[in-house]
């Protein structure tokens, strides 16, 4: 039970001990009146001075209930205390004046019973001991001597029945109407805790299922995060999306999950293609259930058509299942649009064998693992697609290569240069030659000495100059007069170098281009602007020649103005062609 709760039953008690407290006192005081006339009647015998002794205490206590129960502002712990204290006080004072035969047992008793209604359990406890203990010395104090009774001494039998049985009846009242009021108070008390019990089982369940809903959520976040971190890094497009399928179905299969298929769209754009499945049946081997026609009687099918996910909780067994290529058993379906950049690729097919396991919370969830799916597989794609592009570009630029270098070299007149040291002679051994053969015919780098067959010792590091996988020369070192054992530094160094002269000469060779198609354009439109500043046909034709002979070095340049073709054709004696009508 809350402490809230705990609160409202403590509060309904007190409220109900109030309510008992009031009508004792109430109750008390107007019975009181009627009790002490009886008594008053029962004292007819006795003299005037005996009847007030024996009065006195009555009407004190009287007196007292009186004030305990108009007073408002006393406090309610008080009033209880007053009432308790005057209980005792009348079964003392009974017990006094009628001896064992007199009420006092009767309003000692109730002592314990209005305690335990007005303070609790332990103050009913203490309040039935000391009327235990009241009672066995009276009885003690009686038997000795020690006490005489008044009231019973001229009392008649009738009178003494009237006493016994008002002083009865009285007590009775009163605790029954204690225990009613309790009894009401506790019962009130009681339904409050149940409904309190109740209300906190309801939130306890409540809180269970936002507890699994919270673990479930969690679960699907983390198998969304490894799913997305696993295929975003991959480029080879059926690897990912075989991957995609069983990293989703093992991450979600302790929800339930049995089956995972990937749906790509065909070229028409009619037809979704079965690519990965993983699960209880795998891919299917024919290749008419490897696709389906987009239609809204699948839920693939659907989802694609309306770009928004759609969610299948309950299949019977003897009915037409929607579900696309479901696996046996499969009772429940997510299918899930592929969605990249404003475009639907696809969809995700998600079974259950299970009913309704999938939640409408569920769709955020898995629609965001689908979204990085398809973000995966686009970018895939777009990297296939670039690679090919890419791969198509290298082998033009590889194939423009040889061509272009030709004329480079056709319009250079270096294509070669040596540096020796000072004092050492420049010659082309004939091992040297070979090395250079081996170099641009394999494309690596070659590190030789001299044969037994030379008349001197010599050694040779040559390195291929590579440009897009194509030789373009050679780089050599000779050592002509020494043998020499080349080291890995001296080659990688060798190597490094040669790459960045291959680059240099090529960048040279790009920036010469550049240069000339610059030049010509400049040409061509100075050209051009001074053809059309005039408006004479005749200097427009001297300008053009004049012009392009000075740019071209021609010696001789002409323009001719041969007319339409068809005038052509009747001076030479042709019948021109026509299309068309007649």
Same mark, same amino acid.
């Given at each position: 039970?809350?402490?809230?709760?705990?609160?409202?039953?403590?509060?309904?008690?007190?409220?109900?001990?109030?309510?008992?407290?009031?009508?004792?006192?109430?109750?008390?005081?107007?019975?009181?009146?009627?009790?002490?006339?009886?008594?008053?009647?029962?004292?007819?015998?006795?003299?005037?001075?005996?009847?007030?002794?024996?009065?006195?205490?009555?009407?004190?206590?009287?007196?007292?209930?009186?004030?305990?129960?108009?007073?408002?502002?006393?406090?309610?712990?008080?009033?209880?205390?007053?009432?308790?204290?005057v209980t005792y006080g009348l079964g003392v004072a009974l017990f006094a004046l009628g001896g064992l035969s007199g009420g006092g047992r009767m309003w000692l008793l109730l002592?314990?019973?209005?305690?335990?209604?007005?303070?609790?359990?332990?103050?009913?406890?203490?309040?039935?001991?000391?009327?235990?203990?009241?009672?066995?010395?009276?009885?003690?104090?009686?038997?000795?001597?020690?006490?005489?009774?008044?009231?019973?001494?001229?009392?008649?039998?009738?009178?003494?029945?009237?006493?016994?049985?008002?002083?009865?009846?009285?007590?009775?009242?009163?605790?029954?109407?204690?225990?009613?009021?309790?009894?009401?108070?506790?019962?009130?008390?009681?339904?409050?805790? %149940?409904?309190?019990?109740?209300?906190?089982?309801?939130?306890?369940?409540?809180?269970?299922?936002?507890?699994?809903?919270?673990?479930?959520?969690?679960?699907?976040?983390?198998?969304?995060?490894?799913?997305?971190?696993?295929?975003? %890094?991959?480029?080879?497009?059926?690897?990912?999306?075989?991957?995609?399928?069983?990293?989703?179905?093992?991450?979600?299969?302790?929800?339930?999950?049995?089956?995972?298929?990937?749906?790509?769209?065909?070229?028409?754009?009619?037809?979704?293609?079965?690519?990965?499945?993983?699960?209880?049946?795998?891919?299917?081997?024919?290749?008419?259930?490897?696709?389906?026609?987009?239609?809204?009687?699948?839920?693939?099918?659907?989802?694609?058509?309306?770009?928004?996910?759609?969610?299948?909780?309950?299949?019977?067994?003897?009915?037409?299942?929607?579900?696309?290529?479901?696996?046996?058993?499969?009772?429940? &379906?997510?299918?899930?649009?592929?969605?990249?950049?404003?475009?639907?690729?696809?969809?995700?097919?998600?079974?259950?064998?299970?009913?309704?396991?999938?939640?409408?919370?569920?769709?955020?969830?898995?629609?965001?693992?689908?979204?990085?799916?398809?973000?995966?597989?686009?970018?895939?794609?777009?990297?296939?697609?670039? &690679?090919?592009?890419?791969?198509?570009?290298?082998?033009?630029?590889?194939?423009?290569?040889?061509?272009?270098?030709?004329?480079?070299?056709?319009?250079?007149?270096?294509?070669?240069?040596?540096?020796?040291?000072?004092?050492?002679?420049?010659?082309?051994?004939?091992?040297?030659? &070979?090395?250079?053969?081996?170099?641009?015919?394999?494309?690596e780098t070659v590190a030789t000495t001299s044969g037994l067959a030379d008349d001197v010792d010599g050694a040779a590091l040559v390195v291929p100059l590579k440009l897009r996988?194509?030789?373009?020369?050679?780089?050599?070192?000779?050592?002509?007069?020494?043998?020499?054992?080349?080291?890995?530094?001296?080659?990688?160094?060798? &190597?490094?170098?040669?790459?960045?002269?291959?680059?240099?000469?090529?960048?040279?060779?790009?920036?010469?281009?550049?240069?000339?198609?610059?030049?010509?354009?400049?040409?061509?439109?100075?050209?051009?602007?001074?053809?059309?500043?005039?408006?004479?046909?005749?200097?427009?034709?001297?300008?053009?020649?004049r012009e392009l002979g000075r740019v071209l070095g021609a010696q001789l340049t002409a323009v001719e103005i041969t007319g339409p073709i068809e005038a052509r054709a009747d001076?030479?004696?042709?019948?021109?062609?026509?299309?068309?009508?007649?």
């Amino acid at each position: 039970m809350s402490n809230q709760s705990i609160s409202d039953w403590k509060s309904t008690v007190e409220q109900h001990r109030t309510v008992i407290l009031k009508q004792l006192l109430a109750g008390a005081v107007i019975v009181g009146i009627a009790g002490i006339a009886l008594l008053y009647a029962l004292l007819s015998n006795n003299s005037n001075t005996g009847k007030l002794i024996a009065l006195a205490p009555f009407v004190a206590a009287w007196f007292l209930l009186l004030v305990a129960w108009v007073w408002r502002g006393l406090d309610d712990r008080y009033k209880a205390f007053v009432l308790l204290v005057v209980t005792y006080g009348l079964g003392v004072a009974l017990f006094a004046l009628g001896g064992l035969s007199g009420g006092g047992r009767m309003w000692l008793l109730l002592l314990p019973v209005l305690a335990f209604c007005l303070f609790g359990f332990g103050a009913g406890v203490a309040s039935g001991t000391m009327s235990i203990l009241t009672c066995g010395l009276f009885v003690l104090a009686i038997n000795r001597g020690w006490v005489n009774p008044q009231i019973g001494e001229g009392l008649t039998d009738s009178a003494s029945l009237l006493y016994q049985a008002g002083s009865f009846l009285v007590v009775a009242m009163a605790a029954m109407s204690a225990l009613r009021s309790f009894h009401h108070g506790w019962q009130e008390s009681l339904a409050i805790s %149940s409904l309190a019990n109740r209300q906190l089982q309801a939130q306890s369940d409540e809180l269970k299922e936002s507890r699994e809903r919270l673990g479930r959520r969690a679960s699907q976040l983390q198998a969304t995060a490894e799913i997305t971190h696993a295929v975003s %890094s991959m480029v080879d497009l059926d690897k990912l999306m075989i991957d995609a399928v069983h990293q989703i179905c093992g991450g979600l299969g302790p929800m339930g999950v049995d089956h995972v298929s990937l749906f790509l769209l065909d070229e028409t754009q009619q037809y979704a293609e079965l690519k990965a499945a993983a699960g209880r049946v795998g891919r299917p081997s024919s290749e008419a259930d490897q696709r389906m026609e987009l239609s809204e009687g699948s839920a693939v099918g659907w989802c694609i058509v309306h770009e928004k996910a759609h969610m299948i909780l309950s299949m019977g067994r003897d009915t037409d299942s929607p579900l696309a290529l479901a696996a046996p058993g499969a009772r429940s &379906e997510i299918a899930l649009p592929l969605r990249s950049r404003g475009n639907i690729l696809g969809a995700l097919s998600i079974q259950s064998g299970k009913r309704t396991t999938f939640e409408g919370t569920d769709l955020a969830v898995l629609q965001m693992m689908a979204d990085q799916v398809a973000v995966a597989i686009d970018n895939a794609r777009l990297f296939s697609e670039t &690679e090919a592009a890419l791969r198509e570009v290298q082998v033009l630029d590889i194939h423009s290569v040889g061509p272009t270098w030709k004329e480079l070299l056709a319009a250079r007149s270096i294509s070669q240069a040596d540096y020796s040291q000072p004092g050492i002679e420049s010659r082309e051994d004939h091992f040297l030659s &070979e090395a250079r053969q081996k170099a641009a015919i394999r494309g690596e780098t070659v590190a030789t000495t001299s044969g037994l067959a030379d008349d001197v010792d010599g050694a040779a590091l040559v390195v291929p100059l590579k440009l897009r996988e194509q030789i373009i020369g050679t780089i050599a070192l000779h050592e002509t007069d020494h043998q020499r054992q080349w080291t890995g530094d001296d080659i990688s160094m060798a &190597e490094t170098i040669a790459e960045q002269v291959s680059l240099t000469i090529d960048n040279l060779r790009l920036f010469e281009q550049i240069q000339r198609r610059a030049t010509q354009e400049r040409l061509v439109s100075e050209i051009a602007s001074r053809v059309r500043a005039s408006l004479d046909p005749d200097t427009i034709l001297k300008t053009t020649v004049r012009e392009l002979g000075r740019v071209l070095g021609a010696q001789l340049t002409a323009v001719e103005i041969t007319g339409p073709i068809e005038a052509r054709a009747d001076s030479l004696g042709l019948e021109p062609s026509w299309e068309g009508e007649g």
